[in-house]
């Protein structure tokens, strides 16, 4: 995936982010549902135009390419190990997918490197043994380690780069959503310092006479 298209999805995410239900940043307490709010006490703000002005989209797409990275790089690590059962290679994923593996939890990484890669070389062997002299357990074991390679690059492999993908993916929209809550909060905060009670965004409330966009982008500008 490359990094324009990402853009793209990544702001028609933002929007659908924005707009589901309506932004609506409460920036005070409310008054009571009786007294109807003054125009004074509502505005507007064009949160497209605040994320753009942010520093979000460079986090958001630093992340991406972060994790893609590092997803490509435990897809590598993955292609080495066709010769672990079911449950070592459930035990493998686990560790190479963790943020910050322990020294005994990397030597458990290359230990079962080392077991897939003992059972590529028997195999090997085993393929340039002449037929004469495989034994029944030798003939046994060549079946076993050729089904297993096979159905683990047909069937398994692409299950594991899917979700190694997934994964990466899902943590880029974490951090996108992240950043959009701490846009929220600048949004309150203006808000509450100019008395205003609610916030809709530009896609819920077309116009208003009270908007804050601009105050908004420039409190960003003064945080950094």
């Not at 933002?14 to 125009?39: E, F, W």
């Not at 989209?57 to 993955?78: C, F, G, H, N, W």
Request: charged share 25%; glycine share 4%.
């Amino acid at each position: 995936m490359k990094g324009t298209t990402f853009l793209h999805i990544g702001a028609f995410t933002l929007a659908l982010l924005i707009a589901a239900g309506g932004l609506r940043v409460n920036a005070g307490d409310n008054q009571g549902t009786s007294s109807p709010l003054l125009r004074s006490d509502i505005a507007r703000v064009d949160m497209q135009r605040v994320y753009e002005a942010s520093d979000a989209p460079t986090i958001v797409e630093q992340k991406y390419q972060d994790a893609m990275l590092k997803a490509a790089d435990q897809s590598r690590l993955a292609r080495r190990v066709a010769f672990l059962t079911p449950e070592e290679l459930g035990e493998f994923l686990h560790l190479i997918t963790l943020d910050n593996p322990t020294p005994a939890q990397q030597a458990r990484i290359k230990e079962l490197q080392n077991l897939s890669d003992q059972r590529s070389a028997q195999l090997n062997s085993l393929i340039t043994k002449p037929d004469k002299e495989l034994t029944p357990a030798d003939r046994t074991t060549l079946q076993t380690l050729q089904a297993r390679q096979q159905q683990y690059v047909q069937d398994v492999l692409p299950g594991i780069d899917k979700e190694l993908s997934d994964k990466a993916l899902q943590s880029v929209d974490d951090c996108r959503k992240d950043q959009l809550e701490q846009l929220r909060n600048v949004v309150a905060e203006v808000a509450k310092k100019k008395g205003i009670h609610e916030v809709w965004s530009a896609d819920t409330l077309v116009y208003s006479d009270n908007d804050i966009t601009n105050d908004v982008i420039q409190a960003l500008q003064k945080k950094h």
